[in-house]
């Protein structure tokens, strides 16, 4: 029998390192945790301190039944569960649980699963952290007090399946709040003039800028014309021209909410799907006979962009070999941590080998998790690289009191961009602009003066990205809270993604109507940020836990037996679908359903016919010639259009299909999405059209 058990939350986890503690340890997995608040009822008592009551989950019992009977065996036990808040209560509940001594140094943490890490932590055992776990247990107890208290009167007085949250009812009132701002935007009309300059056989493009070196907007038509009456002739005199260089920093290497940002923004992954894939990573990879089960990246739940020294050396020694001496970074930049606590201890997300590149992994790796460590990889090396260095050049070109500006820029050094390029949520790269050599003093001749009419857009509707961008930004919500946040969100209706937009439901505007009428600090931007770092105070050991849920609670009982008495019943009344029922010949009503809405009979329950609401695009189709083109849905959410008819026609595509035929080959035309935007093409031959944005 093995002399030390070890317990991790996961199977892969646990393979990956008895394999490197050798055979003295034996390692099992909890399978997370093991104790948590019953779910059939509250599990805090409010009147007692709020004493939380643990019962072992549903199904655990096996697992901790093994643990106890191998816990009994061994002469130490050892708790290594993942290094943060979450963790740390999984090693509590387990010490509980098995009967432990909780002053014992039983709690082993490393921030990566490689070998020398592994060993060093086992050199270092410390006691389990109070103050860590009661940051956690705080949080526990304040969402079940939040959410068992608040919900049961959504179901009475809205409908059942409803709940409430610190996070999740802040995310829903920004996307609200945006969709308002959306609505009541009043557009503004605004207009540029460009040109085309020759100068020789170069020619540039330039813009209106103002009169005399004083910029000038122009709001109107009549603005444009006084603009281009004043323009008496074609050359233009080059008045000024000023050369620069500017420097571009490489962004720092992942945190949690960065990771999420980017992986959508250029891997077109979910936020839960970028940490799946990254505990995936994180947990272990068999990366065949001579390496077996590695951890390839590190922890995936951190604040922090801190790099160790070790790390930093191999990033060098790769850069160097790669790329040359002249690629690294001669002055490290500084780390600046986030505002408030981070979770330092952690460091930023990166591989755990920079010698274990994207190319070298590939073959053991499916295609995301490759997509996914690549993009870590990359963005790792190039945060160690040096910046990149830009040629920037600015022409003033006048023509009487008339001013244009030309600007470009060229990159002289390619630097970290050589490996990696932080993406944006509006998919606008920063271009290199030649402008051909030119001296003050000479002139130049207009070529097209072309003015354009504009109007301000309103903000965009929030992506996954710029949602987690925004919560981390306002102090909301912590690492892994973010993910479960978006779906909890989507799963219980209140929001739905539109192109990769959420756009909010009936549903969700009544929900938050109700909680700022009655809960109005649930949703309070800066109340919620404030308890996040209270919680913060907590595992710093400032604060005692049961002080801030008292805080809280005091008003929030006030509320709620208001809410009880006042909060008057919603009725969500059914839109008629314009359709009778085939099988009872009643009329079909709108239903809003787990994934949607659905259409179903008003004669339930009588009768229970249902079927999905169909979305015509007016294309006829074009293999049966008979039935329509509808917009459907895969199992996995994903759109695809088929005809009406089927099974009787089996068309699909997976391409909008355009209600015209390809002026060459007379086949079927369909509208494909691309990262700069729409593209209409033949779905049979070479045709193609311009973008359309």
Known sequence: MADFLVIVESPAKAKTIERYLGKKYKVRASMGHVRDLPKSQMGVDVKDSFEPKYITIRGKGPVL???????????????????DREGEAIAWHLAHSLDLDLDSECRVVFNEITKDAIKESFKHPRKIDMDRVDAQQARRILDRLVGYNISPILWKKVKKGLSAGRVQSVAVRLIIDRENEIKNFQPEEYWTIDAAFTKGKETFQASFYGLNGKKKKLETEEDVKQIIDQIKEEDFSISNVTKKERKRNPSPSFITSSLQQEAARKLNFRARKTMMLAQQLYEGIELGKKEGTVGLITYMRTDSVRISDVAKQEAIEV?????????????PQ??????????????????????????????FLSRDQHRLYRLIWERFIASQMASAVMDTMSVDLMNGEVQFRATGSKVKFPGFMKVYIEGNDDQSDEKENFLPDLKEGETAKSENIDPKQHFTQPPPRYTEARLVKMLEELGIGRPSTYAPTLDT??????????????????????????????FPEIIDVEFTAKMEKDLDSVEDGQIRWVKIIDDFYKDFEVHLDKAEKE???????????????????????????????????????DCRNTKPIV???????????????????????RIFYGC???????????????????????????????????????SNCDYKEEHQQ
């Open 319 to 331: 850069i160097q070999s790669e790329y040359g001496e002249k690629f690294v970074q001669q002055s």
């Open 567 to 605: 909060m008057e019943k919603i009725e969500i009344k059914d839109e008629y679908a314009g359709e009778d029922c085939e099988e009872c010949n009643n009329p079909m009503v709108i239903k809003m359903g787990r994934y949607g809405k659905f259409m179903a009979c008003s004669n339930f329950p």
């Open 644 to 682: 009406d008819r089927y099974p009787s026609c089996e068309f699909l595509s997976w391409d909008k299909p355009i209600d015209r035929s390809c002026p060459k080959c007379n086949e079927m035309l369909i509208e494909k999405k691309l990262k700069k935007g729409n593209q209409i093409q033949c």
């Open 615 to 637: 979305k015509e695009i007016g294309v006829k189709c074009p293999v049966c010639k008979e039935g329509n083109v509808i917009e459907r849905k895969s199992k996995k959410k």
């Open 489 to 518: 969100i989507q799963k219980r209706g209140y929001v739905s993604l539109d192109n990769k937009r959420f756009i909010p439901t009936e549903l969700g505007e009544i929900v938050l109507e109700l909680i700022v009428e009655f």
């Open 334 to 363: 500084k780390e600046k941590a986030k505002s408030g606590k981070t979770q330092d201890a952690h460091e930023a997300i990166r591989p755990t080998s920079a010698m274990r590149t994207p190319s070298s992994v590939k073959p």
């Open 65 to 83: 039944k093994e643990l106890k009977s191998a816990a009994k065996k061994a002469k130490k036990v050892y708790l290594a569960a993942d290094p």
